[in-house]
Nanobody, 125 residues
Framework: VQLQAFGGGLVQAGGSLRLSCTAS????????MGWFRQAPGKEREYVAA????????DYADSVKGRFTISRDNAKNTVYLQMNSLKPEDTAVYYC???????????????????WGKGTQVTVSS
């Protein structure tokens, strides 16, 4: 599955953005999907993940209560609604697909089946 993330931009602290990640191919609904981010000089880190059917979602502690992951299998798209943004949320955000949630929840970056190109999110103070 090929992934393309978009929706990033520049926003003031306290603002909101919604990222989207669109997948090509007919098998999108069989993949767990996740969002990761990488800030300058830091390692890529897990942000959120959602099961193939959307029934289970998980979040990193740093974004819990502020970010919401969702998916629309009819549109082959996964979303990340980001509210109450903070300067420390500034990063390049990537979407990823995996056959199970496991690699995402354990931070096993090598366990992803596919990565999308990132989209830059910049939060000004």
């Amino acid at each position: 599955v090929q992934l393309q993330a978009f929706g990033g931009g520049l926003v003031q602290a306290g603002g909101s953005l919604r990222l989207s990640c669109t997948a090509s191919g007919r098998t999108f609904s069989s993949y767990a999907m996740g969002w990761f981010r990488q800030a300058p000089g830091k390692e890529r880190e897990y942000v959120a993940a959602i099961s193939w059917g959307g029934g289970s979602a998980d979040y990193a502690d740093s974004v819990k209560g502020r970010f919401t992951i969702s998916r629309d299998n009819a549109k082959n798209t996964v979303y990340l609604q980001m509210n109450s943004l903070k300067p420390e949320d500034t990063a390049v955000y990537y979407c990823a697909a995996a056959t199970t949630l496991g690699p995402m929840l354990t931070g096993n970056m090598g366990g992803m089946d596919s990565w999308g190109k990132g989209t830059q999110v910049t939060v000004s103070s």
